[in-house]
């Protein structure tokens, strides 16, 4: 879908290299330019195969790799002559540092004047934290986040950096805006993704509903107030999730305690009958196999999912016949699990984009003498 557009990729860790994935998954030719001699630092973290770093691998399918020592004269002409041919540049460099190598903005445009420069940081460019080091669970401390996520009043992490995922996606999102207002205007443009600005957006919808009408007393319980919606079954977890009076009322037949609905009725508290549902609930479902319930609610046709490990939703007959993972073949790995890019197109699934590059695997001037794009044309 995006064949013909060539973007280069400075960025480390999971943010920017995200979403030059998304877009290598969507068909960009994406060219990831590594610091010799280790490349990106994503590469040394986490769990490693055979040396390799899982994490970096997996976010980074799709793409071609080139070391370029950018704090060098060679090195900076050489990234010029490949920002010349490129349509974006994704970049999470801390703010400063691009100018601190002389990649100006001016340097730039001269180099391209049609080049979306995309600038991944944690609080934008201006601000008293603008030129801070930053990470995902910061973020989430500064935002709010770990504080609403707490339950029995100590706040906490959400364990997957979700800061990046979502900065990765307006980040991508972001770049197809900008590339289509340069189809209308016919120059370049720099877009700005403060991952602080994208945890705020992302939180507000529904977690800052108490913050919205700024003439109304607030009355939405904190999270900290409620209890897990993960309810203890006589093997396992699941949660149930009736979302309206008619779903509620099937939810507490099904489990044989019509009664229910009307005690629920007469509390006024959100949080005291949100707590009150669940704990009856998990009164109830204690006394039978997560199997049993997941029947009698789906007869009843009320919303409800067993609590899946990572290895059970792998085999998920819905994953399976979804196909939502595929399996491939790779040295010297051997057998390589990918998950799919999250869409189907007239019914079908994008093609398999190329395996994770190993660092430095393509020269400059194989990308230079590759096919055009769409900078270069009229």
């Given at each position: 879908?995006l064949?013909g557009?060539r973007?280069?990729?400075t960025?480390?860790?999971?943010?920017?290299?995200l979403?030059?994935?998304?877009?290598?998954?969507l068909?960009?030719?994406?060219?990831?330019?590594?610091?010799?001699?280790?490349?990106?630092g994503?590469?040394?973290?986490?769990?490693?195969?055979?040396g390799?770093?899982?994490?970096a691998?997996?976010?980074n399918?799709?793409?071609?790799?080139?070391?370029?020592?950018?704090?060098t004269?060679?090195?900076?002409?050489?990234?010029?002559q490949l920002?010349?041919t490129?349509d974006?540049?994704?970049?999470?460099?801390?703010?400063?540092?691009?100018?601190?190598?002389?990649?100006t903005e001016?340097v730039?445009q001269?180099?391209n004047?049609?080049?979306i420069?995309?600038v991944?940081?944690?609080f934008g460019?201006?601000?008293?934290?603008?030129?801070?080091?930053?990470y995902d669970?910061?973020?989430?401390?500064?935002?709010g986040?770990a504080?609403?996520?707490?339950r029995?009043?100590d706040?906490?992490f959400?364990?997957?950096?979700i800061?990046?995922?979502?900065?990765?996606?307006?980040?991508?999102?972001s770049?197809?805006?900008?590339?289509?207002?340069r189809d209308r205007?016919?120059?370049?443009s720099?877009?700005?993704?403060?991952?602080?600005d994208v945890?705020?957006f992302m939180?507000?919808?529904?977690?800052?509903?108490?913050?919205t009408?700024?003439d109304?007393?607030?009355s939405?319980?904190?999270?900290?107030q409620?209890?897990t919606e993960?309810?203890?079954?006589a093997?396992?977890?699941?949660t149930?999730?009736?979302?309206?009076?008619?779903?509620?009322?099937?939810c507490l037949n099904?489990?044989?305690?019509p009664?229910?609905?009307d005690?629920?009725?007469?509390i006024?508290?959100?949080?005291?009958?949100?707590n009150?549902?669940?704990?009856m609930?998990e009164?109830?479902?204690?006394a039978?196999?997560?199997t049993?319930?997941?029947?009698?609610?789906?007869?009843?046709?009320?919303?409800?999912?067993?609590?899946l490990?990572?290895?059970q939703?792998?085999?998920?007959p819905?994953?399976v016949?979804?196909?939502?993972?595929e399996?491939?073949?790779?040295?010297?790995?051997?057998r390589?699990r990918?998950v799919?890019f999250?869409?189907?197109?007239?019914?079908?699934r994008?093609?398999s984009?190329?395996?994770?590059?190993?660092?430095?695997?393509?020269?400059?001037?194989?990308i230079?003498?590759?096919n055009?794009?769409?900078?270069?044309q009229d």
């Amino acid at each position: 879908m995006l064949g013909g557009l060539r973007i280069v990729e400075t960025a480390n860790w999971i943010s920017g290299p995200l979403a030059g994935r998304m877009l290598a998954d969507l068909g960009a030719d994406v060219i990831k330019v590594e610091q010799p001699p280790k490349g990106d630092g994503m590469r040394a973290y986490g769990r490693k195969v055979d040396g390799t770093g899982v994490h970096a691998f997996n976010v980074n399918h799709g793409k071609r790799s080139v070391m370029m020592d950018l704090t060098t004269e060679l090195g900076r002409s050489e990234f010029l002559q490949l920002i010349a041919t490129a349509d974006v540049l994704i970049e999470n460099w801390r703010i400063g540092v691009a100018d601190r190598l002389g990649l100006t903005e001016e340097v730039l445009q001269q180099a391209n004047p049609r080049l979306i420069r995309l600038v991944i940081s944690g609080f934008g460019p201006t601000g008293p934290r603008s030129t801070q080091p930053v990470y995902d669970q910061l973020i989430q401390a500064w935002s709010g986040l770990a504080h609403a996520n707490g339950r029995g009043g100590d706040p906490s992490f959400i364990l997957s950096p979700i800061i990046d995922k979502e900065t990765a996606t307006f980040s991508a999102l972001s770049i197809l805006a900008a590339l289509r207002a340069r189809d209308r205007d016919g120059v370049g443009s720099r877009v700005d993704v403060s991952m602080l600005d994208v945890s705020a957006f992302m939180n507000f919808p529904d977690m800052l509903d108490a913050h919205t009408f700024l003439d109304h007393i607030p009355s939405a319980p904190p999270m900290s107030q409620l209890r897990t919606e993960m309810l203890k079954t006589a093997d396992g977890f699941l949660t149930v999730a009736p979302a309206s009076g008619s779903q509620l009322k099937r939810c507490l037949n099904a489990v044989g305690h019509p009664e229910w609905l009307d005690l629920l009725r007469s509390i006024d508290d959100a949080a005291e009958s949100h707590n009150a549902f669940h704990n009856m609930m998990e009164s109830a479902l204690v006394a039978q196999p997560t199997t049993h319930w997941l029947i009698v609610f789906g007869e009843a046709d009320v919303p409800v999912a067993p609590v899946l490990s990572f290895e059970q939703h792998l085999v998920d007959p819905q994953v399976v016949a979804s196909d939502t993972y595929e399996d491939l073949t790779s040295d010297p790995h051997g057998r390589i699990r990918r998950v799919r890019f999250p869409i189907r197109v007239d019914g079908e699934r994008l093609p398999s984009s190329p395996m994770s590059p190993v660092p430095g695997s393509s020269s400059l001037a194989a990308i230079l003498h590759s096919n055009s794009n769409i900078a270069q044309q009229d």
